[in-house]
């Protein structure tokens, strides 16, 4: 079992920057993969970032060049810093972590951006 709560959202200027984090319960180390997926109203949930446990890293399109997954396994934790915030990227952030064949899924944290 694998428990993951987020932290970071909250209101921000368009142009603005925030940082979620993502702790897990348990070590990370051997978790295979673990990303942050995003949903605004009336849309799917949709996959920002993902980092592997090796540390390889893929992105959404959109947010290429603004966003950045990483993780500090001695922390347990996951990051997303997101720079030049959109309008567009406004939504409820989740962590996601794939362990052993399932999904765990964070609460959310709800990123506000102001145009």
């Known amino acids: 079992q694998v428990q993951l709560v987020e932290s970071g959202g909250g209101l921000v200027q368009a142009g603005g920057s925030l940082r979620l984090s993502c702790a897990a319960s348990?070590?990370?180390?051997?978790?295979?993969?673990m990303g942050w997926y995003r949903q605004a109203p009336g849309k799917q949930r949709e996959l920002a970032a993902i980092?592997?446990?090796?540390?390889?890293?893929n992105y959404l399109d959109s947010v290429k060049g603004r966003f950045t997954i990483s993780k500090d396994n001695a922390k347990n934790t996951v990051y997303l810093q997101m720079n030049n915030l959109k309008p567009e990227d406004a939504a409820v952030y989740y962590c996601?972590?794939?362990?052993?064949?399932?999904?765990?899924w964070g609460k959310g944290t709800l990123v506000t951006v102001s145009s």
């Open positions: 996601n972590a794939y362990y052993h064949g399932m999904d765990y």
């Open positions: 348990g070590s990370i180390f051997s978790i295979d993969a």
């Open positions: 980092i592997s446990s090796g540390g390889n890293t």
